[in-house]
């Protein structure tokens, strides 16, 4: 039986060395298709789904957990997903991964990390903004989605005082439903439990 690490290490999906494809991505996926990425993924369910949905669209999937990522590796086993690639990571680092190559930034139920002090950790933050504009290739794009009001009033605030536009904001994603909605695993569970889910997309030039 496999341990974690031999799992993560000898799956296909995943790129071991993320650093070393800065500026290079066209060369992993063998294309020039738009990248869209996930930070903080999870067990993989939206960006496996959207990879399969969206086949001309290539998906990065980044998540820092062995325990979290693994998971998705195994969901993947008898898969063959052509533009979708996982990094085990932190995101804090994301700059030095792509370089001006990414087209969509998704961010699904993220830690809100509710603590004033913590506040620079939230993924929406104005430090992680700024990290984004590096890695952006052209019109920045953040879809995000959320339970925690907090973490999405926050959000909105940030977004647009940092310069981006909001549009579709919901605060009742079931209610407003989008076309080809893919749910992730937190979406799954706290739709079941009744809990609204919040959405939102930000525009930037
Ligand atoms: C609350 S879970 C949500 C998982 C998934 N997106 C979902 O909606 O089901 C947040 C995930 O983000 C990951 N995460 C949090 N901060 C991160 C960071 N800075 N870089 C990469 N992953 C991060 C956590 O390890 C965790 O798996």
């Given at each position: 039986?496999?341990?974690?690490?031999?799992?993560?290490?000898?799956?296909?999906?995943?790129?071991?060395?993320?650093?070393?494809?800065?500026?290079?991505?066209?060369?992993v996926?063998?294309?020039?298709?738009?990248?869209?990425?996930?930070?903080?993924?999870?067990?993989?369910?939206?960006?496996?789904?959207?990879?399969?949905?969206?086949p001309?669209?290539n998906?990065?999937?980044?998540?820092?957990?062995?325990?979290?990522?693994?998971?998705?590796?195994?969901?993947?086993?008898?898969?063959?997903?052509?533009?979708?690639?996982?990094?085990?990571?932190?995101a804090?680092?994301?700059?030095?991964?792509?370089?001006?190559?990414?087209?969509t930034i998704?961010l699904?139920?993220?830690?809100?990390?509710?603590?004033k002090?913590?506040?620079?950790?939230?993924?929406?933050?104005?430090?992680?903004?700024?990290?984004?504009?590096?890695?952006f290739?052209?019109?920045?794009?953040?879809?995000?989605?959320?339970?925690n009001?907090?973490?999405?009033?926050?959000?909105?605030?940030?977004?647009?005082?940092?310069?981006?536009?909001?549009?579709?904001?919901?605060?009742?994603?079931?209610?407003?439903m989008?076309?080809g909605?893919?749910?992730?695993?937190?979406?799954?569970?706290?739709?079941k439990?009744?809990?609204?889910?919040?959405?939102?997309?930000?525009?930037?030039?």
């Amino acid at each position: 039986m496999k341990n974690k690490e031999e799992i993560i290490k000898s799956s296909n999906y995943i790129i071991l060395n993320p650093y070393d494809f800065y500026g290079k991505w066209d060369c992993v996926f063998k294309n020039d298709n738009p990248i869209n990425i996930e930070i903080g993924m999870g067990k993989g369910d939206f960006i496996i789904g959207m990879a399969k949905q969206n086949p001309n669209i290539n998906y990065v999937g980044i998540e820092m957990y062995d325990s979290v990522i693994v998971r998705a590796v195994q969901k993947l086993e008898n898969e063959d997903i052509k533009n979708l690639r996982l990094i085990r990571m932190d995101a804090k680092e994301v700059e030095k991964v792509f370089n001006k190559e990414v087209d969509t930034i998704y961010l699904n139920f993220s830690d809100p990390w509710p603590k004033k002090r913590h506040s620079k950790r939230r993924l929406t933050s104005h430090e992680f903004l700024l990290k984004y504009d590096k890695i952006f290739k052209g019109e920045k794009k953040i879809f995000q989605k959320t339970d925690n009001i907090d973490l999405f009033s926050f959000s909105i605030e940030s977004l647009s005082t940092y310069g981006y536009m909001l549009k579709n904001v919901t605060m009742d994603l079931y209610n407003n439903m989008i076309v080809g909605n893919i749910a992730t695993e937190y979406e799954k569970r706290f739709n079941k439990q009744g809990v609204k889910i919040c959405r939102l997309e930000a525009y930037k030039d």
